[in-house]
C-alpha cells in the first residue's frame, strides 16, 4: 500500500485556495489594477485652486477699478483743455482775418483818397500809416513794439497750455489775433521788414485813428483785467484775496 501510494502520489493543492476550498479572487471587471504613488498621485486641488496670483500678475478688483477711474478723469481733463484751447484758437483766426481783411479792402479802395464819412464828423473811415503802437502812439519804436508783439504770442502760447476757463479762451484768443494782425504789418508792409508801418482806418471825432486789430487788443485787455479782479485765474480756479 505503501508503494502505490508512493507511485500514485497525491495531487497538488493551489496555495490560494483556502482550507473550505473557496476560490482565489480576482478584480472585478472594469477596475484598472492599483498602481504606483508616483503614477497615480495627480495635480494638488483644493487650496491651490483658489489660490491668489503671485505678485506681478494683473491687477484685479480694486485696484483696477480704481486705475480706469484715474485713466477716465485724465482723458475728461484734456478733452476740456482742448476744447478751451479749440475756442482761443477760433477767435485768434476770426480777429486776425477780420483784420487782414478790412486793411486790404480799404488800402485798395481808400487810400490816397478823401476820407469817408460813416456818421459825419462823429466817425470816419481814413487810412493812415502807423509807425507806432496802438492809436498811433510811439511811432519812433516800431521794432521796440515789434519785438513786443512776439514776446506777447509767445506768453499767450504758453498759458495755453494750462487753459480750462473758457472767458479765459475768449479773451486771450481776442489779443493773440490782434497782436498776429499789427505783427503781419510790421513784418510785411512798407518801408522794410520788422519796421512796417501798421494800417489804421478807423477815425473816430476827437480820438486816434485805429483799426480792427487795436480794437481786439483793447477788448482782450479789458477782459483780462476784469476777471482778474474777479480772481479767475486762466486755469478755472477761483481765488478770493
Known amino acids: 500500500m505503501a508503494e502505490a501510494e508512493r507511485i500514485i502520489g497525491t495531487p497538488d493543492i493551489p496555495d490560494a485556495e483556502g482550507a473550505d476550498g473557496a476560490e482565489p479572487q480576482r478584480p472585478s471587471e472594469g477596475t484598472e489594477p492599483p498602481r504606483g504613488d508616483a503614477k497615480g498621485a495627480g495635480p494638488a486641488r483644493g487650496d491651490a485652486e483658489g489660490a491668489e496670483p503671485a505678485e506681478g500678475g494683473p491687477a484685479t478688483g480694486d485696484a483696477a477699478t480704481g486705475g480706469e477711474a484715474a485713466t477716465g478723469g485724465d482723458a475728461a481733463v484734456g478733452g476740456r483743455r482742448r476744447k478751451k484751447i479749440l475756442v482761443l484758437l477760433c477767435v485768434a483766426v476770426l480777429a486776425y482775418l477780420l483784420d487782414l481783411v478790412s486793411k486790404t479792402i480799404v488800402v485798395a479802395e481808400l487810400e490816397h483818397r478823401a476820407p469817408v464819412e460813416i456818421f459825419g464828423d462823429w466817425l470816419k473811415l481814413e487810412v493812415i500809416r502807423n509807425a507806432g503802437a496802438a492809436f498811433s502812439f510811439g511811432e519812433a519804436y516800431t ?5 513786443i508783439a512776439s514776446v506777447v504770442i509767445i506768453v499767450i502760447i504758453r498759458l495755453a497750455r494750462k487753459l480750462y476757463s473758457l472767458p479765459w479762451a475768449i479773451a486771450l484768443g481776442l489779443l493773440l489775433g490782434g497782436a498776429l ?9 512798407a518801408p522794410s521788414m520788422f519796421q512796417g508801418a501798421v494800417v489804421d482806418f478807423i477815425s473816430p471825432a476827437h480820438f486816434a485813428v485805429f483799426n480792427l486789430a487795436d480794437s481786439a487788443i483793447v477788448c482782450g485787455g479789458f477782459l483780462v483785467v476784469i476777471l482778474s479782479f474777479k480772481g479767475l485765474d486762466p486755469d478755472g480756479t477761483v481765488h478770493k484775496d
Open 143 to 147: 521794432v521796440i513794439f515789434t519785438a
Open 181 to 189: 494782425g499789427n505783427l503781419t504789418d510790421r513784418i510785411f508792409r
